[in-house]
């Protein structure tokens, strides 16, 4: 971890998360061997898919189904607040993730929010795929 990066309010971020979802069962590690925080949620009863939420020097890090966020620098705090939204927004199920498959294998993965009658893209992931086969399977990740 980054000297300027404060361990504490990292901590306090995600037990902030924790308690705003008691009915969720969420595992925080504060000594991983490979990361500075790792907080696991698992699927669920009253979570549709899991999440792993991680910090690693500055940055803060969220992963569901095939999609990646990561969020630098955490101190600042727009940064900061902006994770807390998006990891809020999925658990409460107000944003979703919108997947793309091809030949079985993820090649895009959308972060959206709602937007006037429809879905906003606000991040994404995206990986190098064959063009074929054509066929596109789409699968999308909402917490109901």
């Given amino acids: 971890m980054t000297a300027d990066v404060d361990r504490l309010a990292m901590i306090r971020l995600f037990e902030e998360i924790r308690a705003a979802f008691p009915q969720l069962s969420m595992r925080l590690n504060e000594q991983h061997e490979h990361v500075d925080l790792y907080m696991e949620i698992p699927q669920q009863p009253g979570l549709a ?67 006037a009658g429809g879905w906003e893209t606000i991040d994404m992931s995206h990986w190098w795929a064959w063009p074929f086969p054509r066929h596109i399977v789409e699968r999308v990740l909402q917490n109901s």
């Fill in 49 to 115: 898919f899991a999440i792993n939420l991680n910090l690693q020097a500055d940055e803060l890090h969220l992963s569901a189904g095939a999609y990646w966020l990561r969020w630098f620098p955490c101190t600042r705090p727009e940064i900061v607040e902006g994770y807390r939204d998006v990891v809020h927004g999925l658990i409460s199920g107000v944003y979703r993730i919108r997947e793309q498959h091809r030949g079985g294998r993820a090649f895009k993965a959308e972060l959206q929010k709602p937007s």
